[in-house]
């Protein structure tokens, strides 16, 4: 069946430190893969997406590319800031509509 | 501004009480979830529905009840055949079935059974 597995936390960075959050995932065919971040008492929002392999998903700074090879969707950012402290959820796209997440990393930066 | 609306966000409710958490969106989307989020576990599917007066069972949906009579509204029900029902619960929409659109989450509703 389908499912997602992203590397366990907490990850502890120090301000302007590169991050990678691993994410592999097993899938029939090849769903559209999704990163989500959440704020400590809130809910989840749309980080990047990509629909088709080797398609690169970006925002604020943040980037992951659908490897089908590796089935693999690993995110990525330069230098983080503090502002990024959050949860981080890896999420595939089930032919009913629905999303299966992984079990989530939180990250913290420290200035 | 359209969005997704949950209430209450905060939820104390007695062991054997039914309690009824309200989701509605304004987003005219056709496709409305549920999700339960556990620390540690990342978020897990009670119920979904894809169209008005119909709805297919997730993966965790025991103890757990939803109707949907209305596009914009989808409550869930957490009844007291739910053995362990303290958590945080998400509501998400999304325009359709499509392979490539994306969930939108409400703010979510955090119930504690005391």
């Not at chain 1, 936390?9 to 959440?38: D, H, K, R």
């Not at chain 1, 809130?42 to 392999?53: V, W």
């Not at chain 1, 700074?61 to 995110?75: D, I, P, V």
Request: proline share 4%; charged share 20%; net charge neutral.
């Amino acid at each position: 069946g389908n499912s997602v597995t992203q590397m366990e936390g907490p990850v502890t960075l120090s301000e302007e430190a590169f991050l990678t959050i691993n994410c592999t995932y097993t899938a029939t065919g090849y769903p559209s893969l999704f990163w989500y971040v959440q704020y400590p008492g809130e809910g989840l929002q749309l980080l990047l997406k990509a629909t088709k392999a080797d398609d690169k998903g970006s925002n604020k700074g943040f980037e992951a590319t659908y490897r089908k090879e590796t089935t693999s969707f690993h995110l990525e950012k330069g230098s983080v800031q503090v502002s990024d402290s959050a949860v981080y959820f890896c999420a595939l796209k089930r032919s009913q509509g629905n999303l299966i997440f992984g079990k989530g990393t939180k990250l913290s930066v420290k200035p | 501004d359209g969005g997704i609306t949950q209430s209450p966000k905060y939820l104390f409710r007695k062991e054997g009480q039914n309690v009824t958490l309200s989701c509605e969106q304004n987003l005219n989307h056709d496709a409305m979830y549920w999700y339960r989020q556990d620390p540690g576990q990342g978020l897990r599917l009670i119920y979904y529905s894809q169209i008005v007066n119909d709805f297919q069972k997730g993966d965790i949906a025991e103890g757990y009840s939803v109707s949907r009579e209305k596009k914009e509204s989808f409550p869930l029900t957490v009844t007291s055949a739910q053995k362990n029902p303290t958590a945080f619960y998400l509501c998400a929409s999304s325009p359709g079935q499509g392979p490539t659109g994306e969930l939108f989450f409400g703010e979510g509703s955090r119930l504690t059974v005391l």
